[in-house]
């Protein structure tokens, strides 16, 4: 089986990354094509029942995806939906934080 933690870190650091360089204002394309990765994501995700829940969250929590702040922010959120659900510190959504780690901050 995969090794969930690991595969975890590589898919919210693609994620997450590429959340911070997605466009301020996304054409009306670039927006659907954001939401069919995600929803292929939740499809193709390689730990079921990490699956099932992202594909719970997604329908609850739909991808709002008409502006770059919009969406790191509601990426944020369903790691931090995660994070509750392991257990883990939940991380601050705010964009100072977000693009730190993420845009301008550390490689890893
Ligand atoms: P990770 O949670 O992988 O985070 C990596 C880094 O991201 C952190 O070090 C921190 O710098 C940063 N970060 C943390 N929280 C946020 C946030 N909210 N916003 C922005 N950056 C943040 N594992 C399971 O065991 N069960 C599951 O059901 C499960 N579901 C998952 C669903 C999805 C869609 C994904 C992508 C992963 C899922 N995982 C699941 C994996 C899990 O989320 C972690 O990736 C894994 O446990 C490794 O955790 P970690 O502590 O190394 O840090």
Same mark, same amino acid.
């Given at each position: ?44 995700? $390689?730990?079921?029942? %990490? ?11 739909? #991808? /709002? ?23 883990? $510190?939940?991380?601050? %959504? ?11 901050? #550390? /490689?890893?």
């Amino acid at each position: 089986p995969p090794d969930t933690a690991a595969l975890g870190r590589s898919t919210w650091t693609f994620l997450h990354t590429t959340a911070s360089y997605y466009p301020q204002k996304p054409t009306e394309t670039q927006q659907s094509k954001m939401i069919s990765l995600l929803d292929s994501l939740s499809t193709f995700y $390689p730990c079921s029942w %990490c699956a099932k829940d992202f594909q719970k969250d997604m329908k609850v929590n739909p #991808p /709002e995806v008409k502006t770059r702040d919009d969406f790191v922010k509601w990426l944020c959120e369903r790691h931090n939906t995660v994070n509750r659900k392991l257990g883990k $510190p939940v991380f601050e %959504c705010s964009l100072g934080k977000l693009d730190g780690r993420w845009k301008d901050g #550390p /490689e890893d």
